[in-house]
């Protein structure tokens, strides 16, 4: 079973920047990472999960209208990570950060959480003003 393991979550001020790792490791088709559909979501209490940024097989990103120009997601494909850079951090991204993937190709927009069947545990992010 694949596994994903987020990390770099912590508190920061607004207006600062966090960048966030998802490792992929225990999956059998070598690969995979390189064509793996993979996303960020994010879940802040009370509220439901949503899609921040993904990236599809062919390597095309999309983003909620909420981080554009601001997150920038990629793939270290020599580490086997995904990679979240926000920057211009605001209170309202305070939540609790997940790396997903997919085992079938996919591209396109894929910011919709039922798409996916691995995630991560979660990093929390918490921005103060």
């Known amino acids: 079973q694949v596994q994903l393991v987020e990390s770099g979550g912590g508190s920061v001020q607004a207006g600062g920047s966090l960048t966030l790792s998802c490792a992929a490791s225990?999956?059998?088709?070598m690969g995979w990472f390189h064509q793996a559909p993979m996303a960020w979501f994010r879940q802040a209490p009370g509220k439901e999960r949503e899609g921040v940024a993904s990236i599809d097989t062919v390597s095309s990103t999309s983003y909620a209208d909420s981080v554009k120009g601001r997150f920038t997601i990629s793939k270290d494909n020599a580490k086997n990570t995904l990679i979240l850079q926000m920057n211009s951090l605001k209170p309202e991204d305070t939540a609790m950060y997940y790396c997903?993937?997919?085992?079938?190709?996919?591209?396109?927009?894929?910011?919709?959480?039922?798409?996916?069947?691995?995630w991560g545990q979660g990093t929390q992010v918490t921005v103060s003003s």
């Open positions: 225990r999956y059998t088709y």
């Open positions: 997903a993937a997919m085992t079938k190709m996919r591209a396109g927009s894929l910011l919709r959480s039922y798409d996916y069947n691995l």
